[in-house]
């Protein structure tokens, strides 16, 4: 432990501790833009860049970064003195002094951590006015945009990517005053190796990295006589989207939702939950028969378009492993314009398929060409739960006023087992819940595969499923799928199945939810409320959901069948990596 | 193959009992003597010999940088039976041979230099012309830094040879301790010190880096040690991993610098087959292998932090200390990252002892310093001099005061970090503190005079400049703040400077130093502060005058031609805008519309015919 004082409160932190954790402790936040503390990830961003942080230290030369400077023992801090409180005022005068002003029109207004930073600040002009830098814009994504202009530099962006996700397309480019985050020779993202993780967005405290809108396409269908449109919600989306409302964390808001999405003039109000069930029983087919004829194992999920771009550029010798099965947002978009658009007697066209993800890589998966037929894509338009947080404002519907409505049917019926895929552990948890069944033949009672739950990023279980002991894992976040697929390729591990999630946490904390600002105590109580909505379902494995019993009587036959398969599943490519 | 230390010391003995020719011819073909055209002197030298088959009496080397760059193309003739050494600058392809033909005699026709230094590892002092003592520079211009038995037979591998067979590690940091030697690079930081930190390090794998991305404007003198003597650093460096328990070294240079790469290539293979450096050197079982590394050309890889970044493969840019390269360095391993000059000082230490070079310099600072002298100086070149030589003394004895005999302004030392030296502080002794004490620092040794003609406002701008366009931009002050002092200095270079500038440039410039990440920025206001302290005379004619009393900003100039012209038309004939018109024999016209003012008429005007005001 070391003995300091902050302010001449006296202070005992442990040894390591910053300046930043000793004024914590004594109950002063120190401003900083650059530091991010991911601390259910174990990331930690200490890059001292921007300098905000600054703070007096007795017999110190210069001012000291309060983030990465480690205490020492007898250290006499001054965080408020006037030399500390003019050097903030300033590297935040000269932040803005290149920093577009238009806030009011910007993505972030209102989520901002620089525009907070200003407020708390009390900055009312700025001195040191002087040329702009130059930059261009990236639009070239489904996913993302950049726009340099708005980049503070804090490279909190550049850990997302290239530390927690190891996907490494992002880094400081140029020179002084011009220089800015970017992809290596300037290329636009979409020609990158970029997953559309959106990560990098979750990091950014400005308003340089944010999801490519598709709000008015959303609004132009719903204005749009000739069309039926129907919308489907992933399952994390239902227990972030009250954050925006100023409701809890954690705060289960699903029939609000449902009630919300009515209001604004959806033809129907569907579940991906409904699909991620249907994921599971094409998954679990291939996953048991994959295990009884013991080739091509380990098998790893396919649900997370992210992942899916990330094993097509990196691993490209392994784009056999993957489950065929579409994922949930796909099977759903594939049913609702064969099956659902039969049974109401529509063609596909006229039908909008529009998706709430908590994801950014959900917009690009359906884009991928291989999900349109004859120019009709399955998926018509990905919004993210900010975007629909956004519309809901934009239309004064405050759902957190709102009572609970349901689901309409039939594909909005759901089981505890496609609830638990938006947390990491859920997919693999689901597939076993029906796997036991299938392989015992019986409707055993014990569910939960705790072993699987959790924020970890990598989680190595053994499980018994009806006699047979399975060696899974579940991966969440990309840098760690990379450690472990590594091993596999070195011959150092093997596993009879695998999930894998993009996202640290998996789809709780996707690129589209909410920002969490580096509180990660957040995901914490997201994950508890989807295990919360699993328990308490009636029904909570896949195979018992009765509208997916009905769909394969009706029209699917088995799973696996060939209908089933032209319809549900897909092929991988093999992308460039450099 | 060298593989015992008495074999070395054989070797240098044969190498010494070899027959010489009566006189040796020495070329400086350094880049800079290549570059004034020394290859074709060398080759008039070859041809001269050649025709009067004149073999066994001169023996041609091709050597490093003598110094001189103010007389390049230069030779020396050292006579071997008197000890006479000749020294000739600007000589030409013809009058070359002129030494040859002088035999045992001096040349006539080709202009003599004085040698202003002695080297105190070999003579002792003999006049007080001799400002300069070289130990750095001891062998460059002297041998052909491509052969290494000529770095041999002048002591070459000998302090590693008592390194490594007399000497503890802790005992050879702690010689080095005892040396006072301070890093050459430019902070000063006691090099024993580095090495006790590294060497401390429980770790197995450690790294050395010589630090040779040498990119201050106007300082050349790594580049002219690595071209004259390469031998002198990879020695150095296999001392220095024998001293923190590193057995492998990288050598990150700039790729700007061909030649002294081409001759440091030279130098390791040699080295190598020797049995010098590479796997158990001279038989001793101790291990030591060099690697080049080539920067991009980025000045802030002088850093060593981004230095080290920029070997990884990673963006070259400074990152928070603690922990420091010692501790955390390359790959995450402990590493000592010195200066090439730095380095070039280690062997003599150890060949003279600590007492000899502790004789040299000051008390807190032994030793000598190599100073680059460029800007309006009269005699360019590379100097070495005791640390605590008054600046005057290089600057008048050395240099000979600013060309053309104008009037001497100001000297900036430390390249764009350091500040500017006026008249009144001349007298300082040089040393790392005095200079800080002046608002400057020593930096790599740059030392760029100016003169009455220039202008300090637009100087302070140059410099700034500069570290903004080779600033990482990692931090906020660095990256925006110099942009802003920038802005404001432009404004007041174009006489829209208002007075509340000169408190806002001072406050801004002492919150960059005070916050920026790296030794870059903490230093990059000073030759905004240095001036403005030195000569706020200027900023304010800029400001409330609109006026550039150097007659430098051009925004603030114009040229008007008085009644003294006769209409030479001469003027008129060598403007580059054609702007000037008049008939001949009649006063011409400047159109001041067209005007670029560069002055060009200004200077070419016989009859005092032009006014800038």
């Given at each position: 432990?070391?003995?300091?004082?902050?302010?001449?409160?006296?202070?005992?932190?442990?040894?390591?501790?910053?300046?930043?954790?000793?004024?914590?402790?004594?109950?002063?936040?120190?401003?900083?833009?650059?530091?991010?503390?991911?601390?259910?990830?174990?990331?930690?961003?200490?890059?001292?860049?921007?300098?905000?942080?600054?703070?007096?230290?007795?017999?110190?030369?210069?001012?000291?970064?309060?983030?990465?400077?480690?205490?020492?023992?007898?250290?006499?801090?001054?965080?408020?003195?006037?030399?500390?409180?003019?050097?903030?005022?300033?590297?935040?005068?000269?932040?803005?002094?290149?920093?577009?002003?238009?806030?009011?029109?910007?993505?972030?207004?209102?989520?901002?951590?620089?525009?907070?930073?200003?407020?708390?600040?009390?900055?009312?002009?700025?001195?040191?006015?002087?040329?702009?830098?130059?930059?261009?814009?990236?639009?070239?994504?489904?996913?993302?945009?950049?726009?340099?202009?708005?980049?503070?530099?804090?490279?909190?962006?550049?850990?997302?990517?290239?530390?927690?996700?190891?996907?490494?397309?992002?880094?400081?480019?140029?020179?002084?005053?011009?220089?800015?985050?970017?992809?290596?020779?300037?290329?636009?993202?979409?020609?990158?190796?970029?997953?559309?993780?959106?990560?990098?967005?979750?990091?950014?405290?400005?308003?340089?990295?944010?999801?490519?809108?598709?709000?008015?396409?959303?609004?132009?269908?719903?204005?749009?006589?000739?069309?039926?449109?129907?919308?489907?919600?992933?399952?994390?989306?239902?227990?972030?989207?009250?954050?925006?409302?100023?409701?809890?964390?954690?705060?289960?808001?699903?029939?609000?939702?449902?009630?919300?999405?009515?209001?604004?003039?959806?033809?129907?109000?569907?579940?991906?939950?409904?699909?991620?069930?249907?994921?599971?029983?094409?998954?679990?087919?291939?996953?048991?028969?994959?295990?009884?004829?013991?080739?091509?194992?380990?098998?790893?999920?396919?649900?997370?378009?992210?992942?899916?771009?990330?094993?097509?550029?990196?691993?490209?010798?392994?784009?056999?492993?993957?489950?065929?099965?579409?994922?949930?947002?796909?099977?759903?978009?594939?049913?609702?314009?064969?099956?659902?658009?039969?049974?109401?007697?529509?063609?596909?066209?006229?039908?909008?398929?529009?998706?709430?993800?908590?994801?950014?890589?959900?917009?690009?998966?359906?884009?991928?060409?291989?999900?349109?037929?004859?120019?009709?894509?399955?998926?018509?338009?990905?919004?993210?739960?900010?975007?629909?947080?956004?519309?809901?404002?934009?239309?004064?519907?405050?759902?957190?006023?709102l009572d609970s409505q349901d689901y309409d049917n039939p594909l909005g019926e759901s089981t505890g087992a496609a609830?638990?895929?938006?947390?990491?552990?859920?997919?693999?948890?689901?597939?076993?819940?029906?796997?036991?069944?299938?392989?015992?033949?019986?409707?055993?009672?014990?569910?939960?595969?705790?072993?699987?739950?959790?924020?970890?990023?990598?989680?190595?279980?053994?499980?018994?499923?009806?006699?047979?002991?399975?060696?899974?894992?579940?991966?969440?976040?990309?840098?760690?799928?990379?450690?472990?697929?590594?091993?596999?390729?070195?011959?150092?591990?093997?596993?009879?199945?695998?999930?894998?999630?993009?996202?640290?946490?998996?789809?709780?904390?996707?690129?589209?939810?909410?920002?969490?600002?580096?509180?990660?105590?957040?995901?914490?109580?997201?994950?508890?409320?989807?295990?919360?909505?699993?328990?308490?379902?009636?029904?909570?494995?896949?195979?018992?959901?009765?509208?997916?019993?009905?769909?394969?009587?009706?029209?699917?036959?088995?799973?696996?069948?060939?209908?089933?398969?032209?319809?549900?599943?897909?092929?991988?490519?093999?992308?460039?990596?450099? | 193959?060298?593989?015992?230390?008495?074999?070395?010391?054989?070797?240098?003995?044969?190498?010494?009992?070899?027959?010489?020719?009566?006189?040796?011819?020495?070329?400086?073909?350094?880049?800079?003597?290549?570059?004034?055209?020394?290859?074709?002197?060398?080759?008039?030298?070859?041809?001269?010999?050649?025709?009067?088959?004149?073999?066994?009496?001169?023996?041609?080397?091709?050597?490093?940088?003598?110094?001189?760059?103010?007389?390049?193309?230069?030779?020396?003739?050292?006579?071997?039976?008197?000890?006479?050494?000749?020294?000739?600058?600007?000589?030409?392809?013809?009058?070359?041979?002129?030494?040859?033909?002088?035999?045992?005699?001096?040349?006539?026709?080709?202009?003599?230099?004085?040698?202003?230094?002695?080297?105190?590892?070999?003579?002792?002092?003999?006049?007080?012309?001799?400002?300069?003592?070289?130990?750095?520079?001891?062998?460059?211009?002297?041998?052909?830094?491509?052969?290494?038995?000529?770095?041999?037979?002048?002591?070459?591998?000998?302090?590693?040879?008592?390194?490594?067979?007399?000497?503890?590690?802790?005992?050879?940091?702690?010689?080095?301790?005892?040396?006072?030697?301070?890093?050459?690079?430019?902070?000063?930081?006691?090099?024993?010190?580095?090495?006790?930190?590294?060497?401390?390090?429980?770790?197995?794998?450690?790294?050395?880096?010589?630090?040779?991305?040498?990119?201050?404007?106007?300082?050349?003198?790594?580049?002219?040690?690595?071209?004259?003597?390469?031998?002198?650093?990879?020695?150095?460096?296999?001392?220095?991993?024998?001293?923190?328990?590193?057995?492998?070294?990288?050598?990150?240079?700039?790729?700007?610098?061909?030649?002294?790469?081409?001759?440091?290539?030279?130098?390791?293979?040699?080295?190598?087959?020797?049995?010098?450096?590479?796997?158990?050197?001279?038989?001793?079982?101790?291990?030591?292998?060099?690697?080049l590394k080539y920067g991009a050309g980025a000045f802030v890889c002088g850093e060593e932090t981004a230095l080290i970044?920029?070997?990884?493969?990673?963006?070259?840019?400074?990152?928070?200390?603690?922990?420091?390269?010692?501790?955390?360095?390359?790959?995450?391993?402990?590493?000592?990252?010195?200066?090439?000059?730095?380095?070039?000082?280690?062997?003599?230490?150890?060949?003279?002892?600590?007492?000899?070079?502790?004789?040299?310099?000051?008390?807190?600072?032994?030793?000598?310093?190599?100073?680059?002298?460029?800007?309006?100086?009269?005699?360019?070149?590379?100097?070495?001099?005791?640390?605590?030589?008054?600046?005057?003394?290089?600057?008048?004895?050395?240099?000979?005061?600013?060309?053309?005999?104008?009037?001497?302004?100001?000297?900036?030392?430390?390249?764009?970090?350091?500040?500017?030296?006026?008249?009144?502080?001349?007298?300082?002794?040089?040393?790392?503190?005095?200079?800080?004490?002046?608002?400057?620092?020593?930096?790599?040794?740059?030392?760029?005079?100016?003169?009455?003609?220039?202008?300090?406002?637009?100087?302070?701008?140059?410099?700034?400049?500069?570290?903004?366009?080779?600033?990482?931009?990692?931090?906020?002050?660095?990256?925006?703040?110099?942009?802003?002092?920038?802005?404001?200095?432009?404004?007041?270079?174009?006489?829209?400077?208002?007075?509340?500038?000169?408190?806002?440039?001072?406050?801004?410039?002492?919150?960059?130093?005070?916050?920026?990440?790296?030794?870059?920025?903490?230093?990059?206001?000073?030759?905004?502060?240095?001036?403005?302290?030195?000569?706020?005379?200027?900023?304010?004619?800029?400001?409330?005058?609109?006026?550039?009393?150097?007659?430098?900003?051009?925004?603030?100039?114009?040229?008007?031609?008085?009644?003294?012209?006769?209409?030479?038309?001469?003027?008129?004939?060598?403007?580059?805008?054609?702007?000037?018109?008049?008939?001949?024999?009649?006063?011409?016209?400047?159109?001041?519309?067209?005007?670029?003012?560069?002055?060009?008429?200004?200077?070419?005007?016989?009859?005092?015919?032009?006014?800038?005001?």
């Amino acid at each position: 432990m070391v003995k300091l004082s902050v302010n001449n409160m006296a202070v005992e932190v442990e040894d390591g501790a910053t300046i930043l954790d000793a004024a914590t402790k004594v109950g002063i936040k120190i401003p900083t833009l650059c530091h991010m503390h991911l601390d259910s990830f174990n990331v930690e961003h200490r890059c001292a860049s921007c300098r905000i942080c600054v703070v007096e230290v007795e017999g110190r030369r210069n001012l000291a970064p309060s983030c990465s400077t480690p205490v020492s023992e007898g250290m006499k801090v001054k965080t408020n003195s006037i030399r500390a409180i003019n050097a903030r005022r300033t590297i935040l005068d000269l932040i803005l002094s290149n920093h577009p002003k238009d806030c009011l029109t910007c993505e972030k207004n209102g989520c901002c951590e620089l525009q907070e930073l200003a407020g708390e600040m009390g900055l009312h002009q700025i001195l040191y006015k002087g040329e702009m830098s130059h930059t261009t814009k990236d639009l070239s994504s489904k996913s993302i945009v950049r726009d340099p202009a708005k980049c503070i530099m804090c490279r909190r962006c550049e850990t997302a990517c290239n530390v927690m996700q190891t996907v490494g397309i992002l880094s400081g480019v140029g020179r002084g005053f011009e220089v800015t985050v970017g992809t290596a020779g300037a290329r636009p993202l979409v020609d990158t190796e970029c997953t559309f993780c959106g990560q990098c967005v979750a990091a950014c405290p400005v308003g340089a990295l944010t999801e490519m809108s598709y709000v008015y396409n959303v609004w132009t269908a719903l204005n749009d006589p000739s069309k039926t449109v129907i919308v489907q919600t992933a399952p994390a989306v239902r227990v972030a989207i009250g954050e925006e409302f100023g409701m809890e964390p954690g705060t289960i808001s699903t029939g609000q939702l449902v009630h919300g999405l009515r209001l604004l003039g959806f033809n129907k109000v569907f579940d991906t939950n409904f699909a991620a069930d249907l994921t599971i029983m094409e998954e679990t087919h291939e996953l048991v028969e994959r295990i009884t004829k013991n080739e091509n194992l380990p098998i790893l999920t396919s649900c997370c378009p992210g992942w899916v771009k990330f094993l097509e550029h990196q691993f490209p010798e392994l784009t056999y492993m993957p489950s065929s099965a579409k994922s949930p947002q796909q099977m759903f978009g594939a049913i609702a314009k064969s099956y659902y658009a039969e049974k109401i007697g529509k063609k596909p066209e006229d039908i909008v398929v529009v998706s709430v993800m908590p994801c950014l890589a959900k917009k690009y998966e359906a884009s991928r060409p291989e999900f349109s037929h004859d120019g009709v894509a399955d998926v018509d338009i990905v919004i993210s739960t900010r975007e629909l947080a956004g519309m809901f404002k934009e239309a004064g519907v405050h759902i957190d006023k709102l009572d609970s409505q349901d689901y309409d049917n039939p594909l909005g019926e759901s089981t505890g087992a496609a609830m638990i895929f938006g947390a990491s552990g859920g997919v693999l948890e689901a597939a076993l819940r029906t796997a036991a069944d299938w392989v015992s033949g019986k409707d055993l009672e014990s569910v939960d595969f705790k072993a699987v739950r959790g924020l970890e990023g990598v989680k190595e279980a053994t499980v018994n499923v009806a006699g047979i002991d399975l060696k899974v894992a579940v991966c969440s976040g990309l840098g760690n799928t990379r450690k472990v697929l590594e091993k596999i390729k070195r011959g150092e591990a093997s596993y009879h199945a695998i999930e894998i999630m993009a996202c640290p946490g998996g789809c709780l904390n996707g690129g589209g939810q909410p920002y969490i600002h580096g509180d990660t105590s957040i995901l914490e109580r997201r994950k508890e409320a989807i295990y919360k909505i699993d328990k308490d379902l009636p029904k909570r494995k896949s195979h018992q959901n009765p509208d997916i019993i009905k769909l394969y009587d009706e029209y699917l036959g088995k799973p696996g069948s060939h209908k089933a398969h032209k319809l549900l599943h897909t092929e991988y490519v093999k992308r460039e990596h450099f | 193959m060298i593989d015992s230390v008495e074999k070395l010391y054989k070797q240098i003995d044969e190498l010494k009992n070899t027959p010489k020719t009566a006189s040796t011819i020495l070329v400086s073909l350094g880049t800079c003597g290549i570059a004034a055209g020394g290859n074709p002197v060398y080759e008039a030298l070859k041809s001269a010999i050649a025709d009067n088959k004149l073999e066994h009496v001169f023996n041609l080397v091709p050597t490093g940088c003598m110094g001189m760059c103010h007389s390049e193309p230069t030779i020396e003739v050292v006579h071997h039976a008197t000890g006479e050494r000749v020294f000739y600058g600007n000589v030409t392809p013809e009058n070359a041979s002129a030494v040859v033909n002088a035999g045992q005699g001096v040349a006539v026709g080709i202009p003599l230099l004085e040698r202003s230094w002695y080297c105190p590892e070999d003579e002792e002092k003999v006049s007080d012309e001799q400002v300069q003592a070289r130990i750095v520079l001891r062998n460059c211009g002297r041998i052909n830094p491509e052969v290494i038995d000529e770095y041999l037979v002048n002591g070459g591998y000998t302090a590693l040879a008592k390194v490594l067979t007399g000497m503890s590690p802790d005992e050879v940091v702690q010689k080095v301790l005892d040396s006072g030697l301070r890093g050459r690079g430019g902070g000063g930081f006691p090099t024993g010190k580095k090495w006790e930190f590294a060497a401390k390090q429980k770790e197995k794998t450690k790294y050395l880096i010589c630090n040779a991305d040498e990119g201050d404007p106007g300082a050349f003198m790594d580049r002219a040690v690595l071209e004259g003597d390469p031998h002198a650093v990879l020695e150095a460096m296999a001392i220095g991993g024998y001293a923190i328990g590193a057995e492998h070294g990288y050598i990150y240079i700039r790729a700007e610098y061909p030649l002294a790469i081409q001759r440091l290539q030279i130098a390791i293979k040699q080295a190598e087959a020797k049995g010098l450096l590479g796997k158990n050197i001279m038989g001793t079982g101790v291990n030591f292998t060099i690697e080049l590394k080539y920067g991009a050309g980025a000045f802030v890889c002088g850093e060593e932090t981004a230095l080290i970044h920029s070997i990884e493969g990673k963006r070259g840019e400074p990152t928070f200390k603690p922990p420091f390269p010692a501790v955390s360095g390359l790959w995450g391993k402990p590493t000592i990252v010195n200066n090439v000059e730095t380095y070039a000082s280690i062997p003599a230490i150890f060949r003279m002892g600590i007492e000899s070079f502790r004789k040299i310099g000051t008390e807190k600072s032994p030793g000598t310093k190599v100073f680059a002298l460029a800007g309006k100086i009269d005699r360019m070149g590379l100097v070495e001099v005791p640390i605590g030589t008054p600046i005057r003394d290089i600057i008048f004895k050395l240099g000979k005061g600013c060309k053309y005999g104008k009037k001497f302004k100001a000297v900036q030392t430390g390249g764009p970090s350091g500040g500017c030296i006026t008249t009144d502080n001349l007298d300082t002794p040089i040393d790392y503190d005095t200079l800080i004490a002046l608002g400057s620092m020593m930096g790599s040794g740059g030392m760029i005079v100016m003169d009455e003609d220039d202008c300090m406002v637009n100087i302070a701008k140059f410099f700034l400049e500069f570290t903004l366009d080779e600033s990482c931009g990692k931090c906020t002050p660095c990256r925006i703040g110099n942009r802003r002092l920038f802005d404001m200095l432009e404004m007041i270079c174009d006489g829209k400077g208002t007075e509340d500038m000169i408190e806002r440039l001072r406050t801004l410039a002492n919150i960059i130093k005070d916050t920026s990440l790296c030794g870059l920025g903490q230093t990059s206001p000073n030759p905004v502060l240095s001036t403005m302290n030195n000569f706020m005379d200027e900023y304010l004619a800029h400001i409330k005058e609109h006026r550039c009393p150097a007659g430098v900003c051009t925004k603030l100039i114009t040229y008007n031609i008085n009644d003294n012209c006769v209409g030479c038309t001469l003027c008129a004939r060598n403007c580059p805008v054609a702007c000037i018109s008049g008939e001949k024999k009649t006063k011409h016209v400047i159109d001041q519309d067209k005007c670029i003012k560069c002055g060009v008429c200004f200077n070419t005007c016989k009859f005092h015919a032009i006014d800038r005001v």
